[in-house]
């Protein structure tokens, strides 16, 4: 039953620079401790034709735009033809792949973006993945600490999958569509290719190719 959110089944590994690392893990929050020093070992090998090292741990690819108040917080790697705009906030521990948007306002921390993602309004994302081609609406965020701060769990039909970990907000998928001002709580995985209603509160796992309307009403992708 969980076979479905190992990363094999989430994530096309060819559009991520954390290739090697993810490879090493069967499920994605395992990646999550070892992304700052992955950063590290990975920014000391760019070459500095295609990359500028910036402050401490710092390395953004010459063909990427950062706005002057952008504030960015190594370890980070902002990968080509990447947009940080306006006011953005990277925090650390950000492997920011190619042809991505972190707009205006946005938070990262902790965190590991494919090629082509967008989060490009007044979104929170910490302690994710966010697979190839996903999108976050304006306003959406990844909840990644539990209220009562324990450990936080996967529930995938019947099962409850242990993580061990105290903050863990959301694996999304490649293609996944997260609509505006939407919640996803600590211990969201959504498969492949499906999308979320605006004004979600999602927890646990949402199927792939499914459309999430509200809790406990998951509808199938017509043609998928």
């Not at 042809?99 to 938070?107: A, I, L, M, R």
Request: net charge negative.
């Amino acid at each position: 039953m969980t076979d479905c959110i190992r990363i094999e089944n989430l994530y096309d590994l060819s559009h991520t620079a954390a290739a090697d690392l993810m490879k090493q893990y069967d499920y994605p929050w395992e990646v999550l401790p070892e992304i700052g020093d992955f950063i590290l070992k990975l920014g000391a090998t760019l070459s500095p034709e295609e990359y500028d090292k910036r402050g401490d741990d710092i390395w953004v690819a010459k063909s990427a735009t950062v706005f002057d108040t952008a504030y960015l917080h190594g370890p980070a790697i902002i990968g080509p033809h990447t947009e940080v705009r306006q006011c953005a906030f990277i925090r650390g521990n950000a492997l920011v792949g190619a042809n991505c948007v972190v707009g205006n306002s946005t938070e990262l921390k902790n965190v590991i973006l494919f090629d082509n993602v967008q989060v490009p309004h007044y979104n929170y994302v910490g302690d994710s993945i966010l697979g190839y081609k996903s999108h976050m609406g304006a306003g959406s965020i990844t909840s990644n600490v539990k209220a009562d701060k324990t450990l936080v769990t996967v529930k995938v039909g019947d099962d409850c999958v242990e993580t061990g970990r105290k903050k863990f907000g959301a694996m999304l998928g490649d293609h996944v569509e997260v609509g505006c001002n939407s919640v996803l709580n600590p211990g969201s995985v959504i498969g492949r290719g499906s999308n979320i209603y605006p004004l979600s509160m999602v927890r646990g796992y949402v199927p792939a190719h499914s459309i999430y309307k509200r809790a406990g009403e998951i509808a199938e992708k017509r043609g998928e």
